[in-house]
């Protein structure tokens, strides 16, 4: 498949591929690598694009898991050169300054808040870890962390916990942990817009 010639119609080749080897228990790393995508390999001149493959191998990972459908298009080039280092927000930072690195991308905080669900996969101590749930938010309102010595190692990221302490954040907190298809919905928005983001595309 030349990359140069990638539309919709390619997508069920590139599914059937990814669903081949995509497991529950490789899901959490898959979504991961979507976040941290500095994504950029030398690509052989015939091939999908690392870029489309990390989008849609995270949305099906979000399928798989029980998550709403994310219509990912395809089309992108890959970058010759990695990203510089230090985009990422640190694991650290309070609510005040993830929102302001997440703006500076053009995200605002309803759109960080979502994004952060995806942390309902993995080990982080929300709910399964297999499962593409709300239980990210449920878990952040009720801060078990507070009430017993050592638990807040045990849950989340610092930067998951101070979303909890800023009342805009806390807004969008309990909205989704009460009710998770908003919540699917929102997180769908946010993902397209999140691997669309400083994309380059094939031309027509």
Same mark, same amino acid.
């Given at each position: 498949?030349?990359?140069? !010639?990638?539309?919709? /119609?390619?997508?069920?080749?590139? =599914?059937?591929?990814? !669903?081949?080897?995509?497991?529950?228990?490789?899901?959490?790393?898959? &979504?991961?690598?979507?976040? $941290?995508?500095?994504? *950029?390999?030398?690509?052989?001149?015939?091939?999908?694009?690392?870029?489309?493959? +990390?989008?849609?191998?995270?949305?099906?990972?979000? &399928?798989?898991?029980?998550?709403?459908? +994310?219509?990912?298009?395809?089309?992108?080039?890959?970058?010759?050169?990695?990203?510089?280092?230090?985009?990422?927000? &640190?694991?650290?930072?309070?609510?005040?300054?993830?929102?302001?690195?997440? &703006?500076?991308?053009?995200?605002? *905080?309803?759109?960080?808040?979502? =994004?952060?669900?995806? $942390?309902?996969?993995?080990?982080?101590?929300? /709910?399964?870890? *297999?499962?593409?749930?709300?239980?990210?938010?449920?878990?952040?309102?009720?801060?078990?962390?507070?009430?017993?010595? /050592?638990?807040?190692?045990? +849950?989340? =990221?610092?930067?998951?916990?101070?979303?909890?302490?800023?009342?805009?954040?806390?807004?969008? +907190?309990?909205?989704?942990?009460?009710?998770?298809?908003?919540?699917?919905?929102?997180?769908?928005?946010?993902?397209?817009?999140?691997?669309?983001? /400083?994309?380059?595309?094939?031309?027509?």
């Amino acid at each position: 498949m030349n990359v140069g !010639r990638v539309d919709a /119609g390619d997508s069920p080749i590139i =599914l059937d591929g990814i !669903r081949q080897v995509l497991s529950k228990a490789k899901a959490p790393g898959v &979504l991961r690598l979507v976040f $941290h995508d500095a994504g *950029t390999y030398d690509m052989n001149e015939n091939s999908v694009s690392w870029a489309d493959m +990390i989008a849609m191998a995270g949305a099906e990972a979000v &399928l798989l898991c029980g998550g709403p459908v +994310i219509p990912v298009q395809l089309g992108r080039l890959d970058s010759m050169v990695p990203d510089p280092e230090g985009r990422l927000p &640190l694991e650290s930072l309070n609510a005040s300054s993830l929102k302001k690195s997440f &703006l500076k991308k053009g995200f605002s *905080t309803q759109e960080l808040v979502a =994004l952060s669900g995806a $942390h309902t996969l993995g080990s982080k101590g929300f /709910g399964n870890p *297999t499962v593409f749930d709300n239980s990210y938010f449920k878990v952040l309102v009720e801060k078990p962390w507070s009430s017993s010595a /050592g638990m807040s190692s045990m +849950i989340g =990221l610092p930067s998951d916990r101070a979303l909890v302490e800023d009342d805009e954040c806390l807004r969008w +907190i309990r909205i989704y942990a009460d009710d998770q298809m908003k919540f699917f919905k929102d997180f769908k928005n946010a993902y397209l817009k999140l691997v669309n983001t /400083g994309a380059q595309w094939k031309s027509a």
